[in-house]
């Protein structure tokens, strides 16, 4: 699958639209309620799903997802949910592919090999692990790619040119660019000189670049995908879904998800 | 991590290898905001290290500051009493601020003014590290923030108004458990944030490369006095050295010097709460199993699925629910091993210490007390026993009142 998602950044940048890559919490605040919310924003245009496995110590999520998380561990989500919400939104006919964002332990704890059967069986493309270091990509790589599922690796303001061709180095199908110093969250304005920074970045990279971290709203998602392969939700989507009431939850992330793939593809 | 490189043949005492594993153990496991300040902290004190500059200042400091060296107090009512081997007791208590963590702290504050630093970081549990940073920090003029758990702040208010007395800001917790484990992933977060201008200052053999070697490295001056002193006053080096483990620093700092010694035993002691059997201890070792935590590979205390598991133990400071790489690597290596207390264990060996030597021991090096007093009478009178009595036990007067208070009365032991 991971093919699917190098082909859908190769359109995406013929066609010069950027894509949009919403997060949702496993088990928040239920498993209908995630699965509806995640079934939501595939409909609503999503071009991936990330699915957020809590972890009891997430040392790189804002204070938005760490609420959400626990309250899902709190409530019983175990980690292989998340192949179960692969295999139901897969039976549910939604082709776009999937990505399990969590941290490294759990995967450890799984057994890689395990993780990649399991991701690769039910349907699943690939990874996201903000504290698996660039270093140790190429212990897992190999694994990953022989089931064709993909690793994504991250870059930060902080990157040195030296990390950064190290992360276009790996073959993968995009990067994930934090945009700021800082934990994951919804913040008002964009970083100042961010999109300076991404155009900068983009003419250096090979490798599609995917921005996440505290973009909040359609229109910040528009000037990001200005300069961007692809933009990132996670807090404010999270943040949205705590304040709707669990029978409208599908409808307003829906809504939340058409209005940024409208307003990504409006420039 | 399985695959990470194993060289059995390293010797114990050249570890960690330049990517920050002991073994398997250590690395670097955070997100890559991360990863370019822990090069630049790695590289400023891989220079500090070789600068003898640097360490004219830290042996300064550790002098005339904190007081060393710290006495090797030779237990004789205790030996007496035991019947076994002779007990020497490696006095960290008489430490500035009580307690071993100040050492540390010095070493960590002049490496973060090389760096030119202005604000400092740390995470606490009990609040001893916090203390000693804060300390520190006044000490040097410099701006510091604590990490401490919102149930830690209400369990020890006395060290919380006492960092506020410092200078400190001290923010609490209210994440997860609320406890010392969660005061270190806000620290991180902190740090994630303002990586540029500010020092994370750990106070344990935790965290990422390099900062098990450093806390390490700025501990080992512990053993390093034990080693010169036990062979002043014994003639001979000890055939065991006991300490309490749960990050590890205290423990390291003493061992690291006698690691070639191949004859000198060692023993850590974790806290085993109400018992390994139930689910309130904070035995990592004993019942943990390899994974990540902030930052690094070791045992965590952990369920099926890797959450991260609560911890307990009377004693505050013991509370992590991981340890330190080095120790992971010894332990497998079968260069140390680990045992436990309870807290009813380390409780009997607070009263022994008091009653006999004079001596009020933090609930923490009660642990390793109460394992020393089991270990004595299993060996002969010439056997020589050196535990470190890693900080004083004032801070814990109030918490053993709530267990004793009512079955304690005065008169002879």
Redesign the interface.
């Given at each position: 699958m991971s093919f699917q998602l190098q082909r859908m950044f190769q359109t995406a940048r013929l066609q010069r639209r950027p894509l949009f890559l919403p997060y949702i919490c496993l088990g928040y605040p239920s498993y209908q309620a995630s699965l509806q919310a995640a079934q939501a924003a595939l409909a609503a245009g999503a071009s991936a799903l990330e699915l957020g496995v809590p972890?009891?110590?997430?040392?790189?999520?804002?204070?938005t997802l760490?609420?959400a998380t626990?309250y899902s561990?709190q409530h019983g989500t175990?980690?292989a949910d998340v192949f179960r919400m692969i295999q139901d939104l897969r039976r549910a006919g939604f082709r776009q592919p999937l990505l399990v964002m969590s941290?490294?332990?759990?995967v450890?704890?799984?057994g890689?090999e395990d993780f990649a059967a399991a991701l690769s069986k039910t349907g699943g493309d690939g990874a996201i692990l903000?504290?698996?270091?660039?270093?140790?990509f190429p212990?897992?790589t190999p694994l990953m790619r022989s089931k064709n599922l993909a690793l994504i690796?991250?870059?930060?303001?902080?990157?040195?040119p030296q990390?950064i061709k190290m992360a276009d180095a790996q073959g993968a199908p995009f990067l994930y660019y934090?945009s700021?110093?800082?934990?994951t969250g919804a913040r008002k304005t964009l970083p100042s000189g961010l999109l300076r920074a991404l155009r900068t970045l983009g003419d250096r990279l090979e490798t599609p670049l995917v921005v996440g971290f505290g973009i909040s709203n359609p229109a910040q998602a528009a000037q990001v995908g200005k300069v961007a392969d692809g933009v990132i939700i996670a807090s404010a989507l999270v943040q949205l879904i705590s304040k709707t009431p669990v029978s409208k939850i599908s409808g307003v992330v829906g809504r939340f998800c058409g209005q940024v793939v409208n307003a990504l593809h409006e420039f | 991590?399985?695959?990470s490189r194993r060289n059995p043949a390293a010797e114990p005492a050249h570890l960690p290898d330049p990517?920050g594993f002991f073994g398997p153990y250590g690395?670097?496991?955070?997100?890559?905001?991360?990863?370019?300040?822990l090069r630049e902290l790695g590289e400023a004190y891989t220079k500090a290290r070789r600068d003898p500059r640097f360490q004219r200042e830290f042996q300064y400091y550790l002098a005339e500051y904190d007081g060393r060296p710290t006495p090797l107090t030779f237990a004789s009512n205790l030996t007496r009493a035991l019947k076994g081997a002779r007990l020497y007791l490696k006095r960290e208590d008489l430490n500035h601020t009580g307690a071993h963590k100040i050492n540390n702290c010095l070493g960590q504050i002049l490496l973060a003014r090389r760096m030119g630093k202005k604000r400092i970081i740390a995470e606490t549990g009990a609040g001893q590290h916090g203390v000693a940073t804060a300390t520190v920090c006044a000490l040097f003029g410099v701006k510091c923030e604590v990490f401490m758990g919102e149930e830690d702040v209400r369990r020890q208010a006395l060290n919380v108004f006492r960092m506020r007395l410092l200078g400190a800001q001290v923010h609490a917790v209210s994440?997860?458990t609320r406890t010392l484990?969660?005061a270190m992933?806000e620290a991180?977060?902190d740090w994630?944030?303002?990586?540029?201008t500010t020092y994370y200052l750990i106070g344990s053999t935790a965290g990422p490369h390099p900062y098990p070697m450093i806390v390490r490295d700025f501990q080992k001056v512990i053993g390093e006095e034990a080693r010169r002193q036990v062979l002043r006053q014994a003639g001979r080096l000890p055939d065991a050295l006991v300490a309490c483990v749960n990050g590890g620093s205290n423990a390291i700092g003493l061992f690291y010097p006698f690691l070639k010694d191949r004859q000198v035993r060692m023993v850590g002691v974790e806290a085993a709460g109400d018992g390994v059997k139930t689910k309130r201890h904070a035995a990592t070792m004993a019942k943990g199993?390899p994974?990540?935590?902030?930052?690094s590979y070791s045992y965590?205390l952990?369920d099926?699925?890797?959450?991260?598991a609560e911890t307990h133990s009377i004693s505050a400071g013991l509370d992590y629910p991981g340890v330190g790489p080095e120790h992971a690597w010894l332990r497998d290596t079968k260069r140390a091993s680990y045992v436990s207390a309870t807290d009813q264990q380390a409780l009997e060996a607070f009263q022994a210490l008091a009653r006999h030597e004079g001596i009020l021991p933090a609930l923490e090096s009660a642990h390793a007390a109460y394992h020393a007093m089991k270990m004595a009478p299993r060996l002969s009178k010439k056997s020589i026993l050196i535990v470190n009595l890693s900080g004083r036990g004032d801070k814990d007067v109030n918490t053993v009142l709530e267990r004793l208070g009512s079955k304690l009365k005065g008169g002879a032991p």
């Open positions: 972890f009891s110590d997430p040392i790189a999520d804002g204070p760490q609420k626990h561990l175990k980690f941290y490294l332990n759990l450890e704890q799984f890689w903000p504290d698996l270091p660039l270093e140790k212990l897992f690796p991250f870059i930060a303001p902080t990157s040195s990390r934090v700021v110093t800082g934990v | 991590m399985r695959s990517e690395g670097q496991y955070v997100p890559e905001t991360l990863m370019v300040a994440s997860g484990k969660d992933s991180i977060r994630v944030t303002n990586v540029r199993k994974g990540i935590l902030h930052g965590v952990q099926k699925d890797g959450q991260i």
